[in-house]
């Protein structure tokens, strides 16, 4: 699934990141925080990416929303932050960046991680890491839908020998489980294993 016609525009998208109080979260000033999205191309279908160094993943879920509830984050992911680009992956440098033409992989629905790694590099795009999953859903959250849901498989988390075999996602929780009640429908970033097949999650990729 692509993104609609009604992508905000930079400006708008800059102004929203304001209002969830992204800046002073990672302790800028609106003037300082606008400064820094002055230089950002204004590409057709473009999203705004907070770099993980601005703001790292587990400060951005909570910005999320659905139906009037808050992101979260698992409670057995607290290293999520560790979660890094696969290597060969290089991601922009700056506090902010933008990402085109993203894809949820609907079509890949119920594939491996590992399948999907390499039918997404066959295509000549690369998958989204978890900041930009995040990042995306901060400007267009009506791409996250119950059984339409997806993975962000370009964060890996580095071991002494290979990766984890975790790959972070973000769903919409049942609110089972160590979830709780009062998360049932809310944003959740959660991780699958990279060899396991899920019905409701695609790979988003981008460019």
Not at 7 to 35: D, K, M, W
Not at 36 to 43: M, Q
Not at 129 to 145: A, F, N, V
Not at 166 to 173: G, K, Q, Y
Request: proline fraction near 8%.
């Amino acid at each position: 699934m692509h993104l609609q016609a009604s992508t905000p525009t930079i400006e708008s998208q800059l102004t929203r990141l304001i209002q969830l109080g992204v800046p002073a979260l990672a302790g800028y000033t609106e003037q300082e925080f606008t400064a820094a999205g002055d230089a950002l191309p204004n590409r057709d279908g473009g999203i705004i990416v907070v770099h993980p160094h601005l703001l790292p993943p587990s400060r951005l879920a909570p910005l999320l929303e659905r139906d009037g509830k808050s992101g979260f984050v698992v409670v057995d992911m607290v290293d999520l932050d560790k979660f890094e680009p696969l290597a060969g992956l290089t991601i922009p440098v700056a506090p902010l960046y933008v990402i085109s033409d993203i894809n949820r992989g609907d079509d890949m629905l119920n594939w491996s991680p590992d399948e999907a790694l390499a039918e997404i590099t066959t295509r000549g795009r690369r998958p989204l890491t978890i900041s930009e999953g995040i990042s995306w859903l901060l400007q267009q959250p009506d791409q996250l839908e119950p059984n339409r849901c997806f993975m962000t498989i370009a964060s890996r988390k580095r071991k002494k020998q290979g990766l984890d075999a975790r790959t972070p996602a973000i769903w919409i929780s049942s609110g089972t489980g160590r979830d709780g009640k009062n998360n049932r429908g809310a944003p959740k970033v959660g991780w699958c294993w990279a060899r396991n097949r899920h019905t409701w999650l695609g790979f988003a990729s981008t460019l």
